[in-house]
């Protein structure tokens, strides 16, 4: 085979090869979350490739009075748990709050069920997205009191930084204002 012939059909094979890859993703829809007292919609959106592995996640927040969208994106292969309005009118609160695993603790192997879960409060219009635990903090539970517009979420951090739950992991339990989004207390 000649030499000038030899790049020709190696950059020839390999568009062939990522279209290929490419043919099979999709996105589509898999959750609708009305945001009370807004003209807003959350639409959940997942973009699959090949074998039904899931390349990416992440909300689209669609004005239903005029159709604009604001997209909220997460890390690579993040993975949505709960998405939960919380609307506190004496209090002047209305936000969206989201558990989601966004950190793998092992990139080669991606997201699993056993990394962080985070805690992120965003704003009803997906403009505003805040992270209110760190990376490294597993989220377990969380309520809010809707007397005083505080978040309090329980969880554990990862002492030692190995991804998995060891019995040295500290559990505290945070105290954020969902009007500021400061840390008011640690338990």
């Not at 099979?24 to 959750?31: A, H, K, L």
């Not at 979350?33 to 639409?43: F, L, M, S």
């Not at 239903?64 to 690579?76: E, I, L, P, V």
């Amino acid at each position: 085979m000649s030499t000038r012939l030899f790049p020709v059909i190696l950059f020839a094979s390999l568009s062939c090869f990522l279209y290929g890859q490419n043919k099979y993703s999709y996105v589509y829809f898999n959750n609708l979350t009305e945001v009370e007292g807004t003209e807003y919609v959350i639409a959940r959106m997942e973009e699959m490739g090949k074998m039904l592995k899931r390349n990416e996640q992440y909300l689209l927040f669609i004005n239903t009075t005029n159709g604009d969208t604001n997209q909220a994106d997460f890390h690579k292969g993040a993975n949505i748990r709960e998405i939960k309005q919380v609307k506190l009118e004496n209090r002047g609160i209305n936000r969206i709050i989201l558990l989601a695993q966004t950190i793998p603790s092992n990139e080669k192997k991606g997201m699993g069920w056993q990394d962080p879960v985070q805690l992120f409060v965003l704003s009803t219009d997906g403009k505003e997205k805040k992270q209110l635990t760190e990376n490294h903090f597993f989220v377990q539970t969380w309520t809010v009191c809707k007397e005083t517009g505080k978040i309090v979420i329980t969880g554990h951090y990862d002492a030692n930084m190995n991804g998995k739950y060891d019995k040295t992991d500290k559990h505290e339990i945070l105290i954020y204002d969902l009007e500021t989004f400061e840390l008011t207390a640690k338990i």
